[in-house]
């Protein structure tokens, strides 16, 4: 029985529930998962329709149904429940939840209009949880998304709805509620620990799931299992309790844990625990590489590969801080952790991982995993002495020309302000808006940018450039300069394989020290960078995939003259500018080269001329470069014209969309689209090269560690990278950071012609396109320097 909130438009016009546009998107659902339609009950909780399609309207204050029509309804439902005897009900939405369980909470919400107003939530944490029915006791429950939700606003989310079917069509099999019956042994101590960890390390143990509860600064628990049926968790309040954990964890045969990352650097770290080389599973890398969309919290997880209903919600981990919740339900709460995130990867391995691409690629990412902590440990030094100058100077730059801004506007202006911008430009100023927010003109940087452009006023555009400088400079401040360094004089980051949707690797704080920052989202000032130094003797070297993305478009579109323009000792963005601007190629300018870049990735990549024109002018106040509309137009035109094999090959991931809505990029990473695909194409476009681009410098990133990857094997180039990578560790090779397409490393000065030379090679990736089995490298452009930002680039002198 499938069970919505009321008729709308098509559902009262033929007085059955589920026949509209929800209805037939209900319909595929079930028919894509395998339910017969025929054996579906679909009803409602009211017969009536709602004004303007609200049924909140007939709640009141405290989310009391308060209008007869719902109270009918659910009279009837509780008939219709006890009529069907359904094996199954599933709630679609948050007020059939709230009406069947009471689970949904009752709470302030904001609308798509901005409108903050009180209604039922809930439905995000309860889906796919298998829970009884308080209408009518004794059935069985499943929330799940309303498939309206789904056509209109939350197609992205397609994915996790038909695993909420897929569990709906197992559960309708029978009618009990079948919840999981788990050992649960909570803080053992004495000869009760012995026993349990004789149980941990028995022989039939092939992996042990581990588990912490850290906060603050304090470890409270480690949690662990070596089966899905039981669980023990040990409270870490001494030293003894801390050793015990770590005598179990080093003698295990090998690890599984989610996020294995965070919880091997806090134990190594703090702890003396060096476990990641112990991490033979991760369930995130596993759910991050069996499915790229859908989400890989051990929530989601939890409710797609076990029985355990939402749990997250019995920790307030606020108060746990405060010492107001009990340190015990800590230690229930880790102890269902561990048994999940065993049942989990039992349950990946069974059905996930028996797909070859999606094994290959957790393959990978487990063993990048264990190189990224290395680099994420070592850091990279930096120029205190140069952060605090450049801090101070900012400052008063910001001061001075805030100051100027105060003056000409009669009062203190805050820069980050929508109301106090957006007085200055659209009521003082009088310059014409861009488009609208919810709360009035829209002042964000790209949009100021765009009102520059537009008006003659040089009043008004030495305003905007102070507006936008002073934002600037309070950005680079608080991104870069306000970062906090760790005492040894180092930033850190953790790099995660499983933070983007393209198999990039993302960035954050050093989870230890929450110290440190994004390394991705380091400004490209050279003044900035010059504060990331080698440590001495050695040499920074900053090796970047040249050209990357768009030689990659170049091969997979085989449009001959784009695949020319990447011909070696070609500048394709050079040639492109030469086109648009009808100029000899040696006359372009440092500016136009840049614009016949831009145009180069909006064209690639199905861009609009609008966002192409707000891409390049929302960095004119640092490039100097600034587009109208009709230029951007024009220049996405002149692209098409030029490379007429773009569109063929856009309309072949358009028919692969709809064949199966499976990608894979050219090192056999897969994923799934869940998108609406008209929607969508453009990401799908993109994917490829970019995913490409992404595994491909990861690649290189475990060659020049020494780390043996399949990809590179099946190539036949092993045994040589090998050799390689030992003679490269000899002259001082460390890995220090990995920014976008390039990375950061150190070797020593003395060895740096062969070094370099190695680097190159090491670097270099052969890559095939399926269609013509065709076989090309991007080419690696090496720089070298005393700092980051003083790097050039460098010539090899010596011949392999």
Not at 67 to 91: F, K, Q, T
Not at 103 to 125: E, F, S
Not at 244 to 270: C, F, H, K, T
Request: aromatic share 10%; glycine share 6%.
């Amino acid at each position: 029985m499938f069970v919505g909130e009321a008729p709308g438009q098509h559902e009262d016009a033929e007085g059955k529930p589920f026949v509209g546009p929800s209805g037939q998107t209900l319909r595929k659902g079930l028919a894509s998962v395998g339910i017969d339609v025929d054996a579906v009950y679909l009803t409602n909780i009211s017969r009536f329709r709602p004004p303007a399609n609200k049924i909140r309207a007939w709640f009141d204050e405290d989310g009391r149904p308060s209008d007869p029509r719902i109270w009918e309804g659910l009279v009837e439902l509780a008939d219709e429940i006890e009529r069907i005897r359904p094996n199954v009900i599933v709630a679609c939405g948050n007020y059939p939840l709230a009406m069947l369980t009471g689970l949904a909470r009752w709470t302030k919400v904001k609308d798509r209009n901005g409108v903050t107003r009180l209604d039922y939530t809930g439905i995000g944490d309860w889906r796919g949880s298998i829970v009884e029915c308080k209408l009518v006791p004794g059935f069985k429950v499943i929330p799940t998304y309303h498939p309206r939700y789904i056509m209109a606003e939350g197609y992205a989310d397609h994915g996790i709805w038909l695993c909420d079917l897929e569990r709906v069509l197992r559960e309708s099999e029978f009618p009990e509620i079948r919840l999981p019956k788990k050992e649960l042994i909570i803080d053992p101590r004495g000869s009760d620990w012995w026993t349990v960890r004789d149980r941990l390390l028995s022989s039939d143990t092939k992996i042990v799931t581990v588990d912490i509860e850290y906060i603050g600064s304090d470890l409270l628990c480690v949690g662990m299992t070596n089966s899905r049926d039981w669980a023990v968790t040990l409270k870490t309040d001494s030293a003894s309790q801390i050793k015990e954990v770590r005598d179990v964890l080093l003698s295990a045969p090998g690890l599984n844990a989610q996020n294995a990352m965070y919880d091997a650097s806090i134990l190594e770290w703090w702890y003396q625990m060096p476990v990641i080389e112990r991490v033979e599973y991760d369930t995130l890398l596993a759910a991050h590489s069996a499915n790229i969309e859908l989400p890989k919290g051990l929530d989601f997880l939890c409710s797609i590969y076990t029985d355990q209903r939402f749990y997250k919600n019995m920790i307030d981990w606020k108060k746990v801080k405060k010492g107001e919740q009990s340190i015990n339900d800590v230690l229930l709460y880790n102890t269902i952790d561990v048994w999940t995130q065993h049942e989990i990867m039992e349950e990946q391995i069974k059905f996930d991982l028996n797909d070859e691409a999606v094994r290959r690629t957790f393959e990978f990412e487990l063993l990048l995993l264990k190189a990224l902590w290395p680099m994420s440990k070592r850091g990279v030094r930096v120029d205190v002495e140069k952060i605090h100058a450049m801090r101070e100077e900012l400052e008063e730059d910001i001061r001075v020309r805030s100051a100027v801004l105060e003056k000409v506007v009669g009062r203190p202006i805050n820069v980050k302000s929508n109301k106090d911008v957006g007085y200055i430009l659209f009521e003082m100023l009088g310059l014409r808006p861009i488009k609208m927010n919810k709360t009035g003109p829209a002042c964000d940087d790209k949009t100021v940018a765009e009102v520059k452009l537009q008006t003659q006023d040089p009043f008004a555009h030495k305003v905007i450039e102070l507006i936008r400088e002073v934002r600037k400079n309070r950005d680079l401040i608080s991104k870069f300069l306000e970062v906090q360094f760790d005492a040894d004089g180092r930033m850190r980051g953790h790099y995660d394989p499983a933070g983007t949707r393209t198999g990039r690797l993302a960035s954050r704080k050093f989870y230890p020290t929450e110290t440190g920052g994004n390394q991705q989202n380091i400004p490209t000032n050279k003044r900035v960078r010059s504060m990331f130094i080698p440590d001495p003797p050695k040499l920074f070297v900053y090796a970047d995939l040249e050209r990357a993305e768009s030689l990659v478009v170049a091969h997979l579109t085989q449009d001959p003259e784009m695949l020319r323009v990447h011909g070696p000792g070609i500048d394709a963005h050079k040639e492109l500018a030469a086109r648009l601007f009808q100029k000899p190629i040696e006359e372009i300018t440092k500016d136009e080269r840049y614009i016949g870049k831009r145009t180069r990735h909006a064209g690639n990549y199905m861009m609009g001329p609008r966002t192409f024109m707000t891409q390049v002018n929302k960095d004119a106040n640092k490039t100097g470069v600034a587009i109208t509309y009709s230029q951007a137009k024009e220049y996405i035109q002149l692209y098409k014209d030029t490379h007429p094999f773009l569109q063929r090959w856009w309309a072949d991931v358009e028919r692969q969309l709809w064949k199966d809505r499976t990608l894979y990029n050219l090192l056999g990473r897969r994923r799934i689209f869940y998108g609406h695909i008209k929607g969508i194409i453009p990401e799908a476009v993109a994917f490829n090269p970019q995913s490409t681009v992404g595994d491909t410098l990861n690649v290189a990133l475990l060659n020049l560690d020494g780390v043996q990857t399949r990809y590179i094997t099946e190539l036949d180039l092993w045994e040589q990278y090998r050799e390689w990578a030992a003679e490269l560790k000899e002259y001082g090779y460390e890995s220090l950071m990995q920014v976008h397409d390039a990375v950061g490393f150190q070797i020593n000065e003395r060895d740096a012609e062969r070094a370099l030379w190695l680097v190159e090679r090491l670097m270099t990736i052969p890559l095939t396109i399926p269609k013509t089995l065709e076989t090309f490298s991007i080419p690696v452009e090496i720089a070298v320097g005393p700092n980051w930002g003083e790097v050039e680039r460098w010539q090899p002198a010596i011949a392999a």
